[in-house]
């Protein structure tokens, strides 16, 4: 064999040797970063599960609040007609009390005025000088005996009115106690069926906030395996992007400013940080920043750089992750369409993406993150 043809043999051995040593090399890579992105997106998919079940029962306990709400404005309605019914009878027992009252001052004066009769009528037989008797026959004419007879006949007739008056009052008070004690039944009777209405609905509400605390025991419990699930995927997304910032480009970025991902559209409707997030409802950590911009408007590389990511996620929707080297790589979610694929090498400016609302979102944006070394940091010192 020549020496021409063994050095052939040798550089072809030696090529494949080295291409076999770099794909076992660089395979485990891919591999693992396909499985822990597979990860991460079952994280995800629980996450979008715990989250439709917080909106569920979030929809639930609104619903109950609701009712409650109705309930309780009945009891008031039904409170204040207590509270009339009550007053009425307030008003018949006051009355009624009066009535006694009356009664027993006619009583005593009926007593009074009989007493006086009887005394009037023993003494009018008893004593010498007023006695029948004596009238009669101390006269000297017959006018004086009429005369005697007609003023007995007016004390008696007088003491007889009196008498006839303070009994007819009586009766007349007693009839009317009667009829307020009868219109008492009747008050109490219609508050008796609204006491028994408010006494059902006091118990509904008690079965109402019953609910209530079972829908927010488990609110509480989703919430936490939401945490947990968040934590779990936070933890696989550093661990992706440690992966990812190995991958090899030819792209170097040596610090310095990205560009501004959205040409022309500048308002920053959500900064890095923590933050109420708007479609989950509570507060977290906002791991870049958002910037409003009309459906369909460009997004723009930050800086050169092979892209890594370019897929479709739960969370992010249509995302781009670009590796620009040395560790830096940046983030472009909630797009509508990508225009780029994975391993493409894209430089500053190069439209990447258009502005879109897919994964969870409220509405038009581009959700910016700039990772170093596989941890998120605040982009606005990166943009300036």
Request: proline share 2%; aromatic share 8%; hydrophobic share 35%.
């Amino acid at each position: 064999m020549s020496k021409k043809l063994k050095s052939i043999v040798a550089a072809i051995i030696l090529f494949v040797f080295v291409a076999v040593f770099v794909i076992s090399y660089l395979s485990p890579l891919f591999v693992l970063a396909d499985t822990t992105q597979d990860r991460i997106n079952q994280k995800q998919n629980e996450k979008t599960q715990i989250q439709n079940k917080i909106q569920e029962a979030t929809e639930k306990k609104q619903g109950v609040l609701d009712i409650v709400a109705e309930i309780d404005a009945q009891i008031a309605d039904i409170q204040g007609e207590i509270n009339g019914l009550q007053s009425e009878i307030d008003d018949c027992n006051e009355k009624i009390s009066d009535a006694e009252e009356q009664i027993a001052d006619c009583e005593v004066k009926e007593k009074e005025q009989y007493e006086n009769m009887k005394k009037r009528l023993r003494v009018m037989y008893e004593d010498n000088n007023t006695s029948y008797i004596t009238m009669l026959f101390g006269s000297d004419t017959l006018n004086d005996i009429l005369s005697y007879i007609e003023i007995i006949k007016q004390i008696i007739n007088h003491d007889n009115n009196m008498y006839n008056r303070i009994i007819e009052t009586k009766n007349q008070v007693k009839e009317l106690k009667a009829e307020i004690e009868a219109e008492k039944e009747q008050i109490e009777a219609k508050k008796e069926v609204v006491d028994g209405k408010k006494y059902e609905l006091d118990a509904e509400v008690d079965k109402m906030n019953t609910a209530l605390g079972e829908i927010n025991g488990n609110l509480e419990s989703l919430r936490a395996a939401y945490d947990e699930a968040e934590r779990q995927e936070a933890a696989l997304k550093r661990q992706l992007q440690a992966e990812l910032s190995g991958s090899k480009t030819s792209a170097s970025f040596n610090g310095g400013t990205f560009a501004w991902p959205t040409p022309g559209y500048g308002t920053i409707t959500s900064q890095y940080g923590g933050r109420m997030h708007p479609t989950l409802k509570v507060y977290k950590v906002h791991t870049g920043m958002d910037i409003g911009a009309p459906m369909g408007a460009t997004v723009v590389a930050g800086a050169d750089g092979t892209v890594v990511k370019a897929e479709y996620n739960v969370a992010y929707g249509n995302y781009v992750v670009i590796n620009h080297g040395n560790g830096y790589s940046t983030l472009y979610a909630h797009n509508s369409v990508l225009n780029v694929n994975k391993g493409d090498f894209v430089v500053r400016g190069q439209t990447i993406a258009k502005v879109g609302s897919t994964g969870y979102s409220t509405g038009p944006h581009c959700h910016f993150e700039v990772m170093i070394n596989g941890q998120h940091t605040d982009p606005m010192p990166y943009l300036k």
